[in-house]
């Protein structure tokens, strides 16, 4: 914590996490920027899910510091991890939709968490379904829905409590390249409202895309960082 | 708070045959607890109708004069404890008992002289509505010269009391045992239905739900449960009471003593007590649940 960062709204210092006797990331070191777009790469088991779940507290760290918006994550009280949560959107690689809520049902949930007001929660829901394009398919329930549809319902859901900071794992795994072209420009809209972006992928069309610092992982280190 | 109500409602729903049992294990519990309180408030008001209508009988000596008669009087009405001592003469008694056996009367007619002594009819003090103070009481009377006999139905009224004292106790045992099966019943029935929300409840919180939020919709589900349950345990109650009353009542004591069920105060403390009984449930399943 000694180089003071204004724009950095996540600091990551020597983050090491075990799952029992298990390493995913070791002495693991980063900051993120505000507004910036970053994507996460690295094979199969590198650890990208893992760094998401330090962020919003998913998993604890076992050493190190994480700084999320001025929020030490380490120090944090229990009942001040909604508030955290809240700041991110989270697009989970599995997507985790409630099976038992229809498709609007479950994008209304983040708002209805955040106590926003019924009337304002139908319509923020229904524009951002429609921009994923699942506005037609809103009283359907998850099961009905295909992978990819599930995946544009997730993505949906993450955006719709306008958070600072966007987090996907995969958002576009089970996509065909068109689909993946809408939930990209839509979360191009986002990172042009200032919302900071940050995506775990293997996709290398994604990457292609440009504009965005890259990160490698590698058995849970820092591998490389593109532009370096 | 109208949505947590729709959450809940709709869980429910979900869990329709679960509900139902609950409830019905609910009502169960209250309706046997309930009977044995209603027995109490009945037989409490039984024992008390008969310690007010508890009289001593002072039976006089055949060849007592009309002197010795007024002493009696008024030594009985100096001792502590009476509240008034009326004279029955034994053409009273006698006419008193043809009234009561009006059927019978004509076993009465062939008696040649009165065989009934004269006596005096003593009501108590309400402080000496009680055994102790009445036979202390009996034996002071029993000493007076001009007295024979006295009578009062002492043993009956004691052993009575102590039947009613152990029922309670048996009564209080069985509230108790059933407050903890009840208070049981729900929360196990929450903890079912937070098992099977679990990865609903692991996603509420990811997104930022707060426990708050995730927590009162069972809490409105438990408070909804041990409420409707207490309600129609109730019901059923008064069903069973007005079919005892329809049928039992009027031969009762002549028809003196009424019998009666709960206020409708008591009956809403109850309904409360078991909405708060779902409660308390439903919080030792969310301590459990919710580490
Ligand atoms: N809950 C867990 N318990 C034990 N080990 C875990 C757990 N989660 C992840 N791991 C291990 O940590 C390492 C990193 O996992 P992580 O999920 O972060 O990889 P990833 O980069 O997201 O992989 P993928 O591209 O397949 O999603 C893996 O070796 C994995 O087996
Ligand atoms: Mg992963």
Same mark, same amino acid.
């Given at each position: 914590?000694?180089?003071?960062?204004?724009?950095?709204?996540?600091?990551?210092?020597?983050?090491?996490?075990?799952?029992?006797?298990?390493?995913?990331?070791?002495?693991?070191?980063?900051?993120?920027?505000?507004?910036?777009?970053?994507?996460?790469t690295g094979r199969s088991g590198a650890g990208k899910t893992t760094l998401l779940k330090l962020l919003y507290l998913g998993e604890p760290v076992t050493e190190g510091q994480v700084l999320v918006d001025g929020m030490n994550l380490s120090r944090i009280a229990r009942n001040r991890i909604p508030h955290l949560r809240r700041k991110f959107g989270i697009i989970f690689q599995d997507y985790k939709l409630i099976p038992t809520k229809t498709i609007f049902e479950n994008v209304a949930l983040v708002l209805e968490a955040a106590g926003r007001k019924p009337s304002m929660i139908a319509k923020k829901v229904k524009s951002v379904l429609r921009m994923v394009g699942m506005e037609d398919r809103m009283n359907a329930f998850p099961q009905s829905l295909s992978g990819g549809e599930q995946q544009r319902v997730a993505v949906a859901r993450a955006a719709a409590g306008d958070p600072k900071i966007i987090l996907a794992?995969?958002?576009?795994?089970s996509l065909d390249e068109e689909s993946a072209e809408v939930i990209m420009s839509f979360l191009d809209t986002f990172h042009s409202r200032g919302a900071t972006i940050v995506i775990a992928t293997h996709d290398k069309e994604l990457l292609a895309r440009g504009h965005a610092?890259?990160?490698?992982?590698?058995?849970?280190?820092?591998?490389?960082?593109?532009?370096? | 708070m109208q949505r947590f109500y729709r959450r809940a409602i709709k869980d429910?729903?979900?869990?329709?045959?679960?509900?139902?049992? *609950?409830?019905?294990?609910?009502? @169960?519990?209250? #309706?046997?607890?309930?009977?044995? %309180? /209603?027995?109490? !408030?009945?037989?409490?008001?039984?024992?008390?109708?008969?310690?007010?209508?508890?009289?001593?009988?002072?039976?006089?000596?055949?060849?007592?004069?009309?002197?010795?008669?007024?002493?009696?009087?008024?030594?009985?009405?100096?001792?502590?404890g009476v509240q008034e001592a009326v004279y029955i003469s034994k053409e009273e008694a006698l006419a008193r008992l043809k009234a009561q056996m009006a059927h019978h009367s004509?076993?009465?007619?062939?008696?040649?002289?009165?065989?009934?002594?004269?006596?005096?009819e003593i009501t108590l003090k309400p402080s *000496?509505?009680?055994?102790?103070? @009445?036979?202390? #009481?009996?034996?002071?009377?029993? %000493? /007076?010269?001009? !007295?024979t006999e006295v009578e009062y139905g002492q043993q009956w009224?004691?052993?009575?009391?102590?039947?009613?004292?152990?029922?309670?106790?048996?009564?209080?045992?069985?509230?108790?045992?059933?407050?903890?099966?009840?208070?049981?019943?729900?929360?196990?029935?929450?903890?079912?239905?937070?098992?099977?929300?679990?990865?609903?409840?692991?996603?509420?919180?990811?997104?930022?739900?707060?426990?708050?939020?995730?927590?009162?919709?069972?809490?409105?589900?438990?408070?909804?449960?041990?409420?409707?349950?207490?309600?129609?345990g109730l019901l059923l109650l008064y069903a069973g009471y007005l079919a005892l009353a329809l049928h039992f009542a009027p031969g009762m004591a002549?028809?003196?003593?009424?019998?009666?069920?709960?206020?409708?105060?008591?009956?809403?403390?109850v309904v409360l007590g078991g909405t708060l009984i779902g409660w308390l449930g439903c919080w030792v399943s969310l301590k459990q649940f919710m580490k």
């Open positions: 914590m000694s180089e003071e960062n204004a724009d950095a709204i996540i600091r990551m210092f020597h983050v090491h996490k075990r799952y029992g006797s298990k390493s995913a990331l070791k002495d693991f070191s980063l900051d993120i920027y505000k507004n910036e777009y970053l994507f996460v794992d995969e958002p576009t795994g610092r890259i990160i490698q992982l590698r058995d849970g280190q820092l591998w490389s960082t593109e532009p370096a | 429910i729903l979900e869990n329709r045959f679960l509900t139902a049992i *609950t409830v019905i294990t609910i009502a @169960l519990s209250i #309706l046997i607890a309930a009977a044995f %309180a /209603l027995f109490f !408030v009945n037989a409490g008001d039984m024992l008390n109708f008969w310690q007010k209508g508890i009289r001593m009988m002072v039976y006089l000596k055949t060849d007592a004069t009309e002197a010795e008669r007024l002493d009696t009087k008024f030594r009985l009405q100096g001792l502590e004509a076993l009465l007619e062939n008696l040649k002289e009165n065989p009934l002594p004269d006596a005096f *000496t509505r009680n055994s102790e103070e @009445l036979g202390f #009481l009996a034996e002071r009377v029993q %000493a /007076l010269p001009g !007295v009224i004691q052993r009575f009391t102590q039947v009613i004292n152990l029922f309670s106790l048996a009564g209080s045992g069985i509230g108790a045992l059933f407050f903890m099966a009840t208070l049981f019943i729900v929360a196990n029935t929450i903890r079912l239905v937070l098992y099977s929300r679990r990865d609903e409840i692991e996603i509420m919180r990811l997104v930022g739900a707060t426990d708050r939020f995730i927590k009162i919709p069972f809490y409105l589900e438990g408070m909804i449960q041990g409420g409707a349950g207490t309600i129609i002549g028809g003196m003593i009424q019998l009666r069920f709960f206020s409708v105060g008591v009956c809403l403390a």
